[in-house]
């Protein structure tokens, strides 16, 4: 992943309706992800079948920061419609300034349905314990740490978390329905890697 280029997933809901969840690369821990908005920059333009989502960045000058890369989320609901194909993603920061973009076609890449595993190469350990690590600061944290703890205790860090494992076990070329990854504060890391491992198979 380049900084400031988001990678993008859509989920279609059970409703019908898609979800952009995306997953963007940031220099350092005062960088972090403020809400989504479907909107357009200014001084940008889109082609017909194009919509455009702003993932909006915020630098926090805190002292300390930390300069290790990590990611932010951000969760966009119901984006798409009649007539739209693609969704193109920008990230821009608090003066407004464009730092990256990317985009989607709408091919929902997950499906929020709980399903029996589709039949396919499993997952490797190695990829598994990736994207259960990849969204957090450090990537040393022991896996029998708990998601309360390894994440935070409110709702929207843990869905945020989910969303974010799904999306990067997608990226490595598997499929896995979103809700079936552990989101409970209790849960342990390692109880989501068991189930990436479980239910993850080559796309």
């Known amino acids: 992943m380049n900084l400031f280029e ?44 194009q919509q455009g989502v702003i993932l909006p960045v915020m630098y926090r000058d805190a002292a300390p920061c930390v300069p290790l890369t990590h990611a932010v989320n951000h969760s966009i609901p119901q984006v798409g419609g009649s007539g ?3 969704i193109v993603a920008f990230v821009v920061d608090n003066r407004g300034t464009l730092k990256g973009m990317s985009s989607a076609s709408f091919q929902p890449m997950f499906t929020a349905t709980v399903t029996a595993a589709p039949v396919g190469e ?19 944290v022991p896996l029998s740490t708990t998601l309360g703890d390894a994440v935070g205790r409110s709702h929207d860090r843990l869905a945020l978390y989910q969303s974010s494992v799904a999306s990067n076990i997608h990226h490595k070329g598997y499929q896995i329905s979103p809700g079936v990854i ?9 109880d989501v890697r068991q189930v990436v491992l479980d239910k993850a198979v080559k796309a």
């Not at 314990?129 to 040393?140: E, K």
């Open 84 to 86: 739209v194909v693609e």
């Open 122 to 140: 499993p997952i490797t350990m190695e990829d598994a314990t990736d994207a259960v690590l990849q969204p957090l600061r450090n990537r040393a």
């Open 6 to 49: 988001p990678e993008l997933a859509l989920i279609k809901e059970v409703t019908g309706e898609f979800t952009l969840h995306s997953v963007t690369l940031v220099p350092n821990a005062c960088w972090q992800a403020e809400t989504g908005a479907k909107a357009t920059p200014s001084g940008q333009t889109l082609r017909t079948g």
């Open 182 to 190: 552990p989101n409970d504060e209790g849960d342990t890391l390692d």
